[in-house]
Each structure stands twice: as C-alpha cells, then as structure tokens.
C-alpha cells in the first residue's frame, strides 16, 4: 500500500493550478504575469516587483542539507502551521476522517482539523505527560488519518522517544500518517527522528526557522516527508507561498555564520533553562517547575492568578496555560535572554505592591 491510498481521492486526481512563474522557465523578458515592469520604491535588489520563486531552489537545498533529507523529500512553507493546514486538508475528507492528538498539545492541529470539518480523536498523555504509544494505537479507527505528535511538547515540556516514533510509524503503516512536529527540536537532547522518513512512507517530521532560528516573523517551516506526499501538497498550496524578503532573511541565518550565532544561542538558552528552572522550583508559591526540552518553563502554581498579576504588574507577560487538562493552574514561561530571566524571578520573588506596607510603615507607591 502507498501513503498516498490514505490521502483524499479528489486531491489525488486534482489537477493544480499552474502560475505564471512555473511557465516562465529560461525566459528573459518577463511579460506574462502582469507585474509591474518597476521595483518598488526602497527595493535594494531583492526585486520585489517580481512573484517570487514558489519553492526557491536555494533554499531547499540549504534546509534539505540542514534536516538531513533530499531536495524532493521538502516542503517549505508559511511556517510549520502552513503544512498542518495542508496535510489536514488533503488527508481528511470534510465529516468523514479524523487527526489524532495527544492532550494538552499545540492548539492548531485541532483549528485545522475543525476548519476542515474532521473529527478530533484525544488520547491525552500519561503520567509526567508522556506518550502513551499502546493507548494512542488502541484509539486509532479507519477514520484517523493523521496521527500528530509534538516533541518536545509543547506546552508540557518532554519529550517522546525516537523508539516510541518508530513503533508508532511501523504499527500504523498504510493506516494513518504520523506527523512528528519538531518545532522545539533544537533544544532538546535527542535530536531529529526524520533520518526515519526514508524507511517509513508514513512518516513526516516538521521543522521551523521561528523558534531556535529566531525567524518568527519571516514565517518560514518545513514538512520533511517522502516525495510522493511533498508532490501531493505542493499541488493544493497557494502558488506563491514565500515572500521574497521572508527568503532572503532565511538565507543569511542558514548561512556559516549565522548557524554559528544559532548555535551559541541555544548552548545560552539550554543552560539558562536549567539555572532559572533550579531558580523557579525554589520560589515559595511554586508547585512544580515541569522539566523540558523546549526553550520555556510551564510552571505549575499554588496561586497561578498572583503569579500572572505579579508578572504583570512588572509588564512581563507569560503564557496562560490553563485552559489544557492538566495544567489547570500553570503559565509557560518562555526563556529569554539571562537578564530578561532574571527580571521573572524578581517579580515573583517581589510581593505585590497594592495595599501592603513596607517596613517603615509607608505605603509604597504613595508620597509621605
Ligand atoms: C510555534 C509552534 C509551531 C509553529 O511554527 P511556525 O513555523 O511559526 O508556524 C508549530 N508547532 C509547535 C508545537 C509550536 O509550538
């Protein structure tokens, strides 16, 4: 059986629309697009004016030869929520099949999935919010196509082994597609499973440039999968999904010494994850400081409302977590740079000015 049987019938047979640019091959004189003959005013060369490369060879081949996978194997997108969106798309039949996530987990696979009109299967995680492999196997119906599992975590933190991957990808070959969302990967201690890819077609790994390669804003993901399933997405994706400025920009950080700067980022990040969640753990009024892999600190509180107030009132703002099972009382905090760290543990540790007296008596705030 081929991965794509497991795709909807209509997307394979679909014809895709064919841009301007695809047919534009060798030519010199641009005149089939309707672009302005001029670049805009400030265009320092990137030219602008022009609809840009659909999936910029340049960039392919600097991420396929980051990820470790072939130029064909690699979808790149309107960062990694772009790919979600596709796969729901082209693998869920509206009303008829399903993803499968594993609460509390990233919140777009289920938006995608219900904009799509596909069911929503959960199996939340176990104890310490690890990946029960036998319990999401059990739950997978004929209806669950995409299987989507987030490493590390987020928002709870941990991580999922590279063997727990492999048993998944290999129960459910010719079943369902799992999607390995590696958003955070950089940061953990076991690296990428989509070396994998090549022996599992039901595999697929995402990447993403917004977190450890500080692209948010340039919205740049990856889908890692085999070459029949890039080729089924690229025919459903909007011609001109990268913004010419937004490659540019990946380009710089993909080059020697931006991976240089990455690097030393992350060796920062990883060990003030360890100091500021040894700090936190320590704060009266912590229950728990959840261990993680990604580049925040869920923080479970006795009061998590004085904690958001008391970061507030310093105008730090955290992630409210609370709404996901389980963390009913936690905020993800996210590491910045050491000194940023440092202001979170001194707002925490600080009591909250309204109404209290200092020592002397004196309301601070209030003039004598
Ligand atoms: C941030 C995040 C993403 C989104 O990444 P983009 O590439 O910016 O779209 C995907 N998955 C998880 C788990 C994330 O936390």
Known sequence: MNVLDLARPEIRVMQAYSSARMESAGGQLMLNANESAWAPVGDTGQGCNRYPDPQPVALLDALALLYGVRREQLLVGRGSDEAIDLLVRAFCRAGEDAILIQPPTFGMYAVCARIQNAGVVEVPLG??????????????????????????????????????????????????????????????????VADLIDQYDNLAVLRTLSKAWALAGARIGSLLASAEVVALLRRIMPPYPLPQPCVDAALIAL??????????????????????????????????????????????????????????????????????????????????????????????????????????????????
Request: charged share 30%; proline share 5%; hydrophobic share 40%.
């Open 127 to 192: 104890d310490d919010f690890a990946l029960d492999v036998d319990a999401v196997l059990a739950a997978v119906t004929p209806a669950v196509k995409l299987v989507f599992v987030c490493r590390p975590n987020n928002p709870a933190g941990q991580d999922v082994s590279r063997a727990d991957i492999e048993r998944l990808a290999q129960t459910l070959s010719g079943r369902a597609l799992v999607v390995v969302d590696e958003a955070y990967v950089e940061f953990a201690d076991e690296g990428s």
């Open 255 to 368: 080059s020697g010494w931006g991976q240089a700067n990455v690097r030393q980022r992350l060796a920062i990040v990883r060990k003030q994850r360890k100091l500021i969640g040894e700090q936190l753990s320590r704060l009266p009024g912590v229950r728990e400081v959840l261990p993680s892999q990604a580049n925040f600190l869920t923080v479970r509180f006795e009061d998590a409302d004085d904690a958001g107030r008391r970061l507030e009132a310093a105008g730090i703002v955290v992630r409210d977590v609370r709404r996901h099972p389980r963390l009913g009382d936690a905020l993800r905090i996210t590491l910045g740079t050491p000194e940023e760290n440092a202001r979170v543990i001194g707002a925490l540790k600080r009591p909250l000015l309204r109404g209290r007296r200092t020592a002397d008596g004196a309301i601070p705030g209030k003039c004598a």
